[in-house]
């Protein structure tokens, strides 16, 4: 079975923090995607990957940025954490051409005080 | 206006009965188009891909008019275990196809 996994699935953080999520697949698909979800705006797309060390923004990138480093491997970064950042953060990745075809990680709920 | 909209529900349905759901599309030039269904408390998961030609998988069946911008969802014989939120997902851009959600509708199966 495909695997995603993500570090924490929950996180209690204070404004101005620096946040790090991780994001781990085992199924050697090329696209990776951090997506945040909240009520009544659904998933929205802050960054993805398509290949190691390439990194495109999505809709929301204001206040984050990612890392891949590794094929496997899909971080997404908060410089300094704010409340309107309090969400759930879901990985995904995706084979390459397939970008119907996501799997998802369980998600990280992020609560920023 | 939002690039995928749906009805947010709740879809209160008893067992057995037949269900749709309708999700509309402003972008034109969108080339896919999927369901996903998501648990309570848990991850999206990929229900059925859309095909212009429309497709069937078990009890569910999804269709695409692409005149009127629209996808729809339908649940034959609804069970206890469809309860969940049903998202309409398009793809948006060209080249790297990016997936756009809608914010979902939710179905309540009861006994």
């Known amino acids: 079975d495909v695997k995603v996994t993500q570090s924490s699935r929950y996180l209690v953080k204070r404004t101005g923090e620096k946040v790090f999520l991780e994001c781990v697949q085992d199924?050697?698909?090329?696209?990776m995607f951090w997506y945040r979800q909240d009520p009544g705006l659904g998933l929205r797309l802050i960054y993805f990957s398509y290949d190691v060390k390439m990194k495109e923004k999505g809709d929301i990138p204001e206040g984050y940025s990612v890392s891949r480093e590794k094929k496997e491997r899909f971080s997404l970064i908060l410089e300094s954490a704010s409340t309107n950042q309090t969400s759930m953060y879901l990985c995904?990745?995706?084979?390459?051409?397939?970008?119907?075809?996501?799997?998802f990680g369980e998600g990280s709920r992020l609560t920023v005080l | 206006r939002k690039e995928v909209e749906q009805d947010p529900g709740p879809f209160n349905v008893p067992e057995g009965a037949t269900v749709a759901f309708n999700c509309t599309y402003s972008?034109?030039?969108?080339?896919?188009f999927f369901w996903y269904r998501q648990d309570c408390r848990k991850e999206p998961k990929l229900l059925m891909s859309?095909?212009?030609s429309g497709n069937e998988d078990g009890r569910f069946t999804a269709q695409l008019n692409r005149a009127s911008q629209y996808i729809s969802l339908l649940i034959r014989d609804s069970k206890l275990s469809d309860s969940a939120t049903y998202l309409c997902?398009?793809?948006?851009?060209?080249?790297?196809?990016?997936?756009?959600f809608g914010t979902g509708t939710r179905l309540l199966v009861s006994p």
């Open positions: 199924m050697d698909h090329e696209n």
């Open positions: 995904a990745s995706s084979f390459r051409g397939r970008t119907g075809e996501l799997f």
């Open positions: 859309v095909y212009s």
């Open positions: 997902v398009v793809t948006r851009g060209t080249g790297f196809q990016k997936l756009v």
């Open positions: 972008n034109s030039a969108s080339q896919s």
